[in-house]
């Protein structure tokens, strides 16, 4: 016997996804700045380097 997937007591039903924020040139410029700022001051205080809290950050 075959089944379909609408068969299967597993299927979920997918939420609809938010429309994509387009930031402004200030916003991201604003983000950039103050994320490299924090960045820089984490790795610091956890005894990191910059590139190991930026790919933390990325595969959170």
Same mark, same amino acid.
């Given at each position: 016997?075959?089944?379909?997937?609408?068969?299967?007591?597993?299927?979920? @039903?997918?939420?609809?996804?938010?429309?994509?924020?387009?930031?402004?040139?200030?916003?991201?410029?604003? @983000?950039?700045?103050?994320?490299?700022?924090?960045?820089?001051?984490?790795?610091?205080? @956890?005894?990191?380097?910059?590139?190991?809290?930026?790919?933390?950050?990325?595969?959170?």
């Amino acid at each position: 016997e075959i089944s379909s997937s609408r068969d299967s007591p597993q299927v979920r @039903l997918k939420k609809p996804r938010k429309a994509r924020t387009a930031f402004t040139d200030h916003q991201l410029a604003q @983000l950039e700045r103050s994320f490299e700022r924090q960045k820089m001051e984490l790795a610091a205080s @956890l005894n990191l380097t910059d590139t190991q809290v930026k790919t933390w950050y990325q595969n959170r």
